[in-house]
């Protein structure tokens, strides 16, 4: 069954990051080879790019499942950027055994 | 050659009449320092708590756990709307009064009365007791000398604050010139709210020190920019716009050149999809007029405003209109919590959510660096190899900090009645 809106049907493949929170999908980027990272990235990157239209039509108030979904696809995009973009491993570089963890955020 | 001018002294540091010599940081590795802190510092000071989004309606509370200041306080909006505190401890036996699984974890809720889960005493939201249960079989017992032991609270722009010295002076008084020069900032209309928690093994001076100087910016977070543009950063260096200090309180006043970049190959792609990065939204909500206390300088390139009201709260307030608070709670002289939390206003649509995420989750990616450091500085202060540290100009807030520690260290010993000396009977 789909999880995303129709025009996002490619990237049915990648709903398993479809987290609503943020621990989680932090937790999944460090669970994942950098091969991991960059398919996901390869795949949705280019639709975030195209569809600024898309979201900004998307009100948060009474937001579908499947953009609900969508959303939380695309916070994973934002959490995985750092590795693929700048780090080019899971992990922030100098972080050691430092952590940060969220103890509460709006959904959305 | 300074790129924003320095006051007419030559430096921050002079110009707030601060020594310039090395600094010792005896104040951060020492268990005896810690214990006087929390007399001297903890138990005298403001000290905010949280927001009053967290008591939306009459009979709201939570809980804060203040191990520095050897105490947990209960906050609550009583039933005539106001805000008050109290030691979370029930006047029977000591049981903290309200926790949920956890007693050492912080809690929140809603509630009419409060109800000791030992013995079922109830007292109102004003404090008072007004059930013992058997309650004849104490002695001569009178229920109004048992209410809540209060805790002086107040709040400034919608910040809770609680002290307690009975003595203290008013909050408002205490936030001072800094603290008047940003009330009128729309706090209020940025509700959406993101909080993190960390446990540092530092002292808690250290992560303000690394909060409030960006001396370290362009060197540890180097690969957080790109590689040309991170080039350019450390040639340039770092210096503030604008320093400025109000008794025990301090402030940095910085610029921003990435909210919005001058030039779009500076940032990361995700940065130029989203328009967005750790300064927020390029495109911020309008706020009207900001308050006259900030961007001091009046620099067009302003970024953000970083105050520490002492001892432990900073308020961060970026150019794109949100804000951010930072939190160093003492667990002991060489750990702390660390507590933040972001506030926007509540996005319209899911790009704008997007775009808030990615401030969000920068300021993670920066802070997990900032955090690991801190565990490195406190082992080697430590190891007692070196004892004097020079810091510069840009870091006078830092000398400004220890400074003041050490002031309400020596004023609370100078307080306390002499020990009595014991003389020997022999000889």
Redesign the interface.
Known sequence: MARLPAAFAELEPFTDWCLPSEYDRFAKRIDSSMDELQAFYDAAFPRLQESEEYLKGVALDGISDEDRNLLWLFSSLVTVSFPVEVWRQPRVPDSGASSIDVVSAPTP | MPHFTKPTEGSWTEHFGLATEPVSYDDSISPEFYELERDAIFRRTWLNVGRVEQLPRNGSYFTKELDAARTSVLVVRDMKGRVRAFHNMCRHRGNKLVWDDYPREETSGVCRQFTCKYHGWRYDLEGSLTFVQQEGEFFDLDKADFGLVPVTADVWEGFVFVNFDPHAQPLREYMGRLGAGIEGYPFHLMT???????E?GSNWKLFIDAFMEFYHAPV?HA??ATEEESRKLRAFGYEALAYDIDGPHAMVSSWGGMSPPKDLSMV???ER??RSGLFGKWDGPDIGELPAGLNPARHPAWGTDSFLFFPNFMLLIWKPNWYLTYHYWPTSYNTHI???SLYFA?????????QE??A??TF??Y???D???L?ATQTMLESGAVTAFPLCDQEVMLRHLHKVCREHVADHQARQPATPVRISAAS
């Open positions: 959406q709210k993101h909080t993190y928690r960390a540092v540890l690969k957080q990361k792609p995700m999809v989203l660390f507590e933040t509540p996005p319209a649509n899911a790009y704008e959510r997007l995420e990615l969000v989750v993670k990616e802070g997990l660096q955090g690991n450091t565990e």
